[in-house]
C-alpha cells in the first residue's frame, strides 16, 4: 500500500473519481502537498507530473494559487501560533436554547449520531450522542463559532451595513462584470449590489434602533439545528451534488420590505461535517481558527439570507 503524506493523512486521499489525470489518488496524495520548484527536478516526466498538479491545486482547490506559492508567502498554518479563545457573549438570537432539534418538527431518528473514528478524535467517552448542540460535546465547538459572528452582529460600524441590506437600492451587476459562467449565470441568474438609499439615508440614532429591532425580532422567530451537509435537514434525503457548511436558511414566508416586523418563522441548519474537523485532535491552533472563521462567515451569509429580498428580487 501506498505510504500516505503527511497532508493525505490528515485531509483524506483524493478521491478517485475527482483525479481525472491520476495525480493523486495512486500515490496517496490529499492534492494540498506544496509541489517541487521545476529547477529542481530531473525528468521532463516528473515535471509534467508536477506542472499538472500545481494546475489542478490552482482550477480545483486553492482559488487560483497553488501550494508551493501559499507556503512561499507564509499563508500555510503558521506552526508557531499560540492558542486563542475567543471571548464576548453569544448575540441572544443564538442562544442554546434556540439549538434544538425538536423545535424544527424532527425526531431524534433525523439527528445524525456522533461517532467518530478513533484514529484521529480523541473523545473517549464523549463520543456518543447526537450532533445536536444539547450534546456538550458539539456545543464545545460550536461556542466559539457564535462568539466569532456576534463579534460581527454586535459591531456598532455593522450596523449601517445591515440596514443597508435590509431597506436600501438594489442594482444589478452589469453583464460585462458579471465573470461566473455561463452555467452559473443559467442557474443562479443575475447577480445584485445594494447600496443606501438615494440620497443616501443618514444613520441616526432611530435608524440604529430600527436594525437593532429588526435583529431582535429575527431572534424571536429564529430556529437553529444541525443537519447532514448533503441531505435535506428536514427529511434526510440526499440532495444530489449538493454540500453545504450552512445547510439552508427557510422560512415560511418573508415580509415585505417596508414591513419587515411580519418576519415570521426561520430555520438555520449547519452541516455536521462542517463542525467535525474543529473535534480533531491533530489540527494546530492556526488551523482552528480558520475553520471557526469560514464557518462563522459561512453563518452570516445564511443569516443575510433569512433577511428579506427586495421586491421583485428572488432569494438567493
Known sequence: MVELTTFARKYGVRPEHEDQWGL???YGKSGYTPTVAQNILTTAYEQDIEE?????????????????ELELMGALPDPDAQPTVITGPIHPILDRDRWEPYRLFR??????PLNLPVEHYSLGNDNTGIW?????????????????????????????????????EFKRVPE????????????????????????????????MQNTLKYLENLGKKLSLGISKGFCDPRTNIEIPGQRFLCAC??????????????????EIYMSHEALEPLLRNDMSPSEILAEQFVLAASFL???????PPPPALPLR
Open 24 to 26: 493523486f489518488y495512486l
Open 52 to 68: 499538472k498538479r500545481e494546475l489542478y491545486q490552482r482550477d480545483c482547490l486553492l482559488f487560483g494559487f497553488n501550494a508551493r
Open 107 to 112: 425526531s431524534e431518528l433525523l439527528m445524525a
Open 132 to 168: 445536536a448542540a444539547s450534546n456538550p460535546v458539539v456545543w464545545r465547538v460550536l461556542d466559539p463559532v457564535l462568539r466569532l459572528v456576534t463579534k460581527f452582529l454586535s459591531n456598532f460600524h455593522v450596523l449601517p451595513w445591515l440596514h443597508a441590506f435590509l431597506t436600501g
Open 176 to 207: 460585462h462584470l458579471d465573470t461566473r459562467s455561463m452555467e452559473d449565470k443559467q442557474r443562479d441568474g443575475p447577480v445584485w449590489t445594494f447600496n443606501r438609499r438615494n440620497p443616501p439615508q443618514i444613520f441616526d440614532q432611530t435608524t
Open 249 to 266: 436558511a427557510t422560512s415560511s414566508r418573508f415580509p415585505k420590505r417596508d414591513k419587515l416586523d411580519e418576519l415570521e418563522n426561520v
Open 301 to 307: 451569509h445564511e443569516i443575510g439570507v433569512s433577511c
